[in-house]
């Protein structure tokens, strides 16, 4: 062949070959540092499968999440794919940052059994956002060996506000060293994450407003559960310290010591246990409301997004539709233990073997989350009147006036 000719069929393979590799995207997901552990699981194994269409993950801190979205957006570097904790939706939708993918994953025969609460927060105007990607709930646990100890059935936990006192009575009668319940005192976000659900697991309840025309903190149970959390502190059931703690991030490391009855907590808190504290013999339930039968959780985690300004959209949307397949919901979420974001898979082969994790994957399906602007400010922040209102009902006791400050106090946020 003249040598013409062969530079030429040289450049036409250089020309398939950089076709080829333009044809191929690396995508970025940007990701809370804090919930990044199983993201990687996910990521991993879509870049094992799809090694053509490469995922690069970031870890952002929790607290940085916002401001370095806004500044890559303003400098048109925004990533591709965005995990954004499940609250902050409503903000991040209304602000115009994410792109409508109702269209999109329309058509993906599992979008109907995705965990309800992470649906309703990843909508906007009935068009969603994005779909669960890591998620958390909020279960009650409970110390069976404490229970028989009490003369109570260790499969029987409570079923309402009323028999958590009740219980939690039984429990310190033991003894001195033994106390009823625990929870973090001064922690305004783990107490969203596990005593509000108890208020609203009553039908009609409403804690945070979803829009300034809305009123928070409305219903019986609001005062009810926060009766039943006074009386327990008043009577001596709780201990002291849990009035100062933080609800820093050591998960359940006061029950774990066995020397409490209840604890309201994380489904996490199953693995956490089994591992920092093997021996200890422990249950898991829904958490009660103040009227039996009445169960709720808070459902947690991120929403798995798309970024208006993303350069490779289409592609992202691929993963959201795999991420949502039999294939990663068992082999990622179920196998490494965290729980699935189809309520169709709460039970499976890798949960059959603990009835523990089976339960705070079935709680998923009851949970709800609220649907409200400046979340932050209202609940989550050591600030914010959420948490004021616990520390004066619960610690000193004057439960109207703190329901009605802080109900006026929401209501600003809300309308500001």
Known sequence: ???????????????????????????????????????????????????????????????????SFTDAVAAGNAPDLLSLDLILMPDYMKAGYLKDVTDQVAGNPNIKKLVPAHMHLATYKERFYGIPFTLDDSVLFYNKTLFRKAGLDPEKPPASSEEIVA????????????YGFYFSGSSAGSNIFTLAPQMWAEHGTVVLPSGCEAEPLQGDSIKQVLQAYRTMWNEGLIPKDAKADLGEDHTMEVFRTG????????????????EKAPDLDFGVAFLPGPRPSEVSSFAGGDVLAIPAAAKHAAKAVEFLNWVLGDEPQLEVYAKSGNMPSRTDLAKNKYFAADARLSKTAEALSIAQTPWTFHFNEMASASSSPWLAMLQTAIFDGDI?????????????????
């Not at 970025?28 to 799809?50: C, K």
């Not at 020397?259 to 089994?274: E, L």
């Not at 109207?400 to 500001?416: E, H, L, S, T, V």
Request: with cysteine; charged share 20%.
């Open 1 to 67: 062949m003249p040598t013409h000719q062969l530079k030429c069929v040289s450049l036409l393979f250089i020309i398939l070959a950089a076709s080829t590799v333009s044809a191929a995207e690396d995508l970025t997901l940007w990701v809370r540092e804090n919930t990044s552990t199983l993201a990687a699981r996910i990521v991993d194994h879509w870049n094992e499968t799809h090694p053509a269409d490469h995922i690069t993950l970031t870890r952002i801190p929790h607290e940085r999440m916002m401001s």
């Open 167 to 178: 219980v939690a009575r039984n429990v310190r009668a033991l003894g001195p060293e033994f």
């Open 259 to 274: 020397k409490i009855g209840m604890q309201a907590g994380p489904n996490y808190g199953v693995a956490v246990i089994k």
């Open 400 to 416: 109207d006036g703190a329901i009605a400050k802080a109900r006026k106090q929401m209501k600003q946020i809300q309308c500001n």
